[in-house]
């Protein structure tokens, strides 16, 4: 009798396991939960087969958090790129449930590869997709099985997934929601539905509790949902999942929030309490609350990534118009520097007029700049700065914005960039928008921050690693900068001072603001290449320090961006549109029609 298990597949892959030698070497186990199968930089001698379960696939570089690629689903093989080139590994791969693995030895595979070469040319298709996916930035397989379970007391959550359900529907995708009546199903029943939809919901509200521990064991990707106008429970209700996806960092949080409130309070709370990796706010009376939570789990949510640039930032004030004129919507945003304080004003849910004025109020009609200081720390005292963050955002919490927001420092102390995605979100700005010699540096907990620009002025790569959805980038650092004639000595100081140029800071302030937010060719090319939408306004024509430069700049942003957009040939939010499974059985209809 063998002692492999049957596995019910057609494939060519699947057809080498029934060979003698395979029966004889190769090693069947299972693989809890949270468990890895093998890490980056590891020797890979094996090819790993998945039978049942779910594996995520994830990059860990030092300094950035973990990326996750995507999911290995029942039937792919895991390892096979490394095993093949000789190679170790190249990320981690983690049980995202319990999972039955079988095991080949590579002496083993590669004999069984010459007895049915049909295997190899099956693996070489795979191996091509999934390089392809990598270079245009898809992940290995995207997550598709999502589970929502309640956390305190929010109410039946089955109406509010159903609704989630009838978005994603819309987007052209086949979805089912199931409930505590699937409990007592087997096994094959959970794979044979997450093997013939698009996508599967599972919902447990707060009496399924054998239910939602399964719930939390049987999904991609977790939400726990809670009631934002009230107090997060205990720890004992946050924890009782016990879900393998928590030290993934693939559990999320959705409060539910009251209609017609200005802001959500009190999230930061819930944030201690339940630690997720992203948090989201849901009215349960607003559809375009629903249609971006839909967005995000297929894949089209939109991030939009705004860089540093003094004044010249001014530009992505354009671009927003630019996006919204063209009905793009923004999903997540982050930003650096002068770009933080915008994308920090699209997250508190700004429109067109109010951005303006604010961002006028707080620049434009007067210099932030003109508090001159001895310059023992800087050459201003930044009380100016602090103001009219104050005045502008208040004491607003990250975690209480409408949308997923960061921002960026440059940590001195540590020697890295610090994120900012929750706490006091006017001291993260001002953390991030403290130009080293211009203003004093900001300090957390003995930690010394000045602007992230430093660092990391375009962070469209740390957005990838947020979601999957596609991005778009406003850079306004690159092309002509600065000349010789922005940091010549004025020829008289009291003709500079009583004609007012003095207001932009002496030109030293171009040379510290300049140096600040050149970044090397390898993060510059890292950042674009994380971004499917770059917009580049030529911004060279206004000068670094001359915040009074508003129109020109916001003019420049907003052709800029409506030039990208016009060379799409489809909607941005569609541009990483996974294929549903009638279109990709109808691709295959054709294909077969043309042999």
């Known amino acids: 009798m063998s002692r492999l298990p049957e596995i019910p597949d057609e494939s060519a892959l699947a057809r080498l396991f029934h060979q003698e030698r395979v029966q004889e070497e190769a090693v069947w186990f299972s693989l809890p939960g949270g468990a890895t199968l093998f890490s980056a930089g590891d020797i890979s001698d094996q090819l790993y087969f998945l039978r049942a379960g779910r594996l995520g696939a994830f990059r860990r570089e030092p300094g950035h958090e973990a990326q996750f690629l995507g999911v290995i689903r029942p039937g792919e093989p895991a390892g096979e790129m490394s095993l093949i080139a000789e190679a170790p590994h190249s990320a981690d791969v983690v049980a995202l449930r319990d999972c039955e693995i079988i095991a080949v030895p590579r002496d083993v595979f590669l004999e069984a590869c010459e007895a049915d070469t049909a295997v190899m040319i099956e693996l070489a298709k795979l191996m091509m997709l999934r390089s392809r996916q990598a270079v245009t930035k898809g992940g290995v397989g995207e997550p598709s099985v999502f589970g929502f379970i309640s ?100 559990v999320d949080l959705i409060l539910l929030q009251p209609s017609g409130i200005d802001r959500p309070q009190g999230s930061e709370a819930w944030l201690d309490a339940a630690a997720p990796a992203r948090l989201f706010h849901l009215r349960r009376n607003h559809e375009g609350d629903f249609k971006r939570l839909a967005r995000v789990l297929t894949g089209q949510s939109v991030g939009l990534v705004l860089s540093g640039g003094g004044a010249r930032a001014y530009a992505h004030i354009g671009a927003v118009r630019a996006l919204r004129e063209r009905g793009v919507p923004i999903d997540f945003v982050g930003g650096v520097s002068m770009g933080a304080v915008i994308a920090a004003g699209v997250a508190m849910g700004w429109n067109d007029d109010e951005l303006e004025e604010r961002i006028k109020e707080a620049f434009v009609d007067t210099s932030p700049l003109t508090d001159i200081a001895l310059p023992l720390l800087a050459m201003t005292h930044g009380l100016k700065v602090n103001d009219r963050l104050t005045h502008h955002f208040g004491d607003t919490q990250i975690a209480d914005l409408w949308l997923p ?160 957009l016009d060379k799409l040939s489809q909607p941005v939010q569609t541009l990483r549109r996974r294929r549903s499974l009638e279109e990709l059985a109808a691709v295959g209809d054709r294909a077969r029609g043309l042999r």
């Not at 090397?520 to 430069?549: G, M, Q, W």
Request: with cysteine.
């Open 151 to 250: 956390i305190g007391a929010p109410g039946p959550l089955r109406p509010l997934v159903e609704r989630l359900a009838a978005e994603i529907a819309k987007l052209g995708y086949s979805v089912t929601t199931i409930g505590a009546e699937a409990q007592s199903a087997p096994t094959e029943w959970f794979s044979d539905v997450e093997r013939t939809h698009d996508f599967v919901l599972y919902v447990a509200d707060t009496g399924d509790t054998g239910w939602r521990q399964m719930t939390a064991r049987q999904v991609d990707r977790l939400f726990r949902v809670g009631r934002g106008d009230q107090r997060p429970p205990g720890a004992a209700a946050t924890t009782d999942d016990r879900s393998p996806l928590q030290a993934q960092q693939l």
């Open 405 to 564: 927001f960061f921002c960026l420092s440059s940590n001195l102390t540590t020697g890295a960039y610090q994120m900012h995605r929750r706490g006091l979100l006017r001291r993260a700005l001002r953390a991030s928008v403290s130009l080293p010699g211009i203003l004093p540096p900001a300090i957390d907990d003995n930690n010394v921050l000045v602007d992230g620009a430093v660092m990391k002025n375009f962070p469209a790569d740390v957005m990838r690693a947020s979601q999957i959805g596609p991005i778009v980038g406003v850079d306004v650092t690159q092309g002509r900068s600065i000349t010789a004639d922005d940091v010549a000595r004025p020829a008289s100081v009291w003709r500079w001072f009583w004609s007012g140029q003095w207001r932009k800071g002496p030109p030293i302030v171009s040379l510290l603001m300049r140096t600040a937010t050149v970044s090397t060719s390898r993060d510059i090319n890292a950042a674009r290449d994380a971004t499917d939408v770059l917009v580049l306004p030529d911004v060279s024509k206004v000068e670094i320090r001359d915040f009074a430069a508003y129109e020109p700049a916001v003019a420049e942003g907003r052709r800029a961006t409506l030039q990208a």
